[in-house]
């Protein structure tokens, strides 16, 4: 049995005649932070679109736990403890930070009381923005936040209804050097204390380094590189395909 908590095998999608991914692998374990990286055009995003469930891949399959969900939907996934952010944020601008936490918590039910429901759901609200800051902005309205506050506000969305396992799309971009700290602790505290299991895309490349103690390198659709941080850093084909001399 695998011990993944989220895994892809042998995943490959098609546009045409272009091979957006090519038989690419990857796992992610509970209270693990695992880094995705690449040039553009790699197929990171791709590779996210199958794993959400918003794309079905032409081969290959997406297991939790084990169990195949390759044709599981978007909202089955989101039900059974998925999470995702995008590379441009999906907030609801028109409601409040607060009420964007409450609205992720919305779909539970039961026979609990709805007072005592709501009480419950606030409850989390609160603390989520406790944990990512935003204990100031809970009232301010989304649609008019600077980029950073909105990522680390649509980062507290996704945790508002506990994730089991969270695919971060580029939260680093346009955060000031304070708020990238701010969500690596928010990461490794998730990770590390919940046990989630996190995979993260990100061309901060040193923000990647410091924060994942395992990295995959996607390039052409296929992975080029994975293991530990500072092995990928020094492999010379990772070195060449996509960091550089100056990484």
Sequence with gaps: MSDYVLEASGVGV??????????????????????????????????????????????????QDGTDITRRSPVWRARHGMRRTFQRQQLFGQLTVADNLLVAQEWRGGLIHRRDLERERRARAAAVLRTCGLEALEGSYAGTLPVGQARMAELARALAD?????????????????ERDQLAAVVRHLAYEEGCAVLLVEHNVAFVM??????????????????PAAEVRADPKVVDAYLGTTA
Excluded: H, Q, Y
Aim: glycine letters at 18%; hydrophobic letters at 40%; one cysteine or more.
């Design 210 to 227: 410091e924060l994942c103690a395992r990295v995959v390198v996607l390039d052409l659709g296929r992975v080029l590189a994975e293991g």
């Design 162 to 178: 506990p994730p089991r396992v969270l695919l971060l799309d580029e939260p680093a971009s346009g955060m000031s050097a304070e």
């Design 14 to 63: 098609r546009f045409g005649g272009i091979r957006a991914l090519d038989g690419v692998g990857l796992g992610v374990r509970a209270g693990e932070v695992c880094g995705l990286i690449g040039p553009n055009g790699a197929g990171k995003t791709t590779l996210f679109d199958v794993l959400s469930g918003i794309r079905r891949p032409d081969e290959g399959r997406v297991l």
